[in-house]
């Protein structure tokens, strides 16, 4: 019996459980607990790091990426660059703002070239879910499904 990688094996729902935890409550915890300690700007530089590592780890031990692995970790990378650029908390939380602004711009593009991004987030949670990639993709660009997203 070989040995297989401990993210294949995985399931889907235990995937989840986990993205959950380190992108959003660790993050959350990490800024309650240590901003006093560390400080307002290292605790939002912290904060980011493990999301960042567990993203390359389970890319590199998948060995596959899918649209919403992408642009969760460029989301956490770019994120990390604002906060890096930044200097001061307050400067931090304005570029944010910018930042937030960008992201809306580049998801409204996306709806008006007619190829939404949460579509595609979409279809990597169904292809996470067991379902068929190339089958849901021709069911979600259907005319009526197509208009929900």
Same mark, same amino acid.
């Given at each position: 019996?070989?040995?297989?990688?401990?993210?294949?094996?995985?399931?889907?729902?235990?995937?989840?459980?986990?993205?959950?935890?380190?992108?959003?409550?660790?993050?959350?915890?990490?800024?309650?607990?240590?901003?006093?300690?560390?400080?307002?700007?290292? &605790?939002?530089?912290?904060?980011? !790091?493990?999301?960042? @590592?567990?993203?390359?780890?389970?890319?590199?031990?998948?060995? +596959? /990426?899918?649209?919403?692995?992408?642009?969760?970790?460029?989301?956490?990378?770019?994120?990390?660059?604002?906060?890096?650029?930044?200097?001061?908390?307050?400067?931090?939380?304005?570029?944010?703002?910018?930042?937030?602004?960008?992201?809306?711009?580049?998801?409204?593009?996306?709806?008006? &070239?007619?190829?939404?991004?949460? !579509?595609?987030?979409? @279809?990597?949670?169904?292809?996470?879910?067991?379902?068929?990639? +190339? /089958?849901?993709?021709?069911?979600?660009?259907?005319?009526?499904?197509?208009?929900?997203?």
């Amino acid at each position: 019996m070989t040995e297989e990688s401990t993210v294949k094996n995985m399931k889907p729902t235990l995937m989840l459980i986990v993205d959950f935890v380190l992108f959003f409550i660790f993050p959350l915890v990490f800024w309650e607990l240590c901003r006093e300690v560390v400080g307002d700007y290292p &605790a939002m530089i912290l904060s980011t !790091l493990p999301g960042i @590592l567990y993203g390359l780890y389970r890319f590199n031990d998948t060995g +596959k /990426l899918n649209y919403t692995g992408i642009c969760v970790f460029l989301n956490l990378t770019a994120g990390l660059l604002v906060d890096l650029l930044s200097g001061s908390a307050l400067q931090l939380l304005w570029n944010n703002v910018f930042y937030s602004a960008a992201l809306l711009f580049i998801y409204s593009v996306s709806v008006a &070239a007619r190829k939404p991004l949460y !579509l595609y987030f979409a @279809l990597d949670l169904m292809a996470m879910r067991g379902y068929d990639r +190339k /089958l849901t993709k021709e069911l979600f660009f259907e005319k009526k499904t197509y208009k929900l997203f």
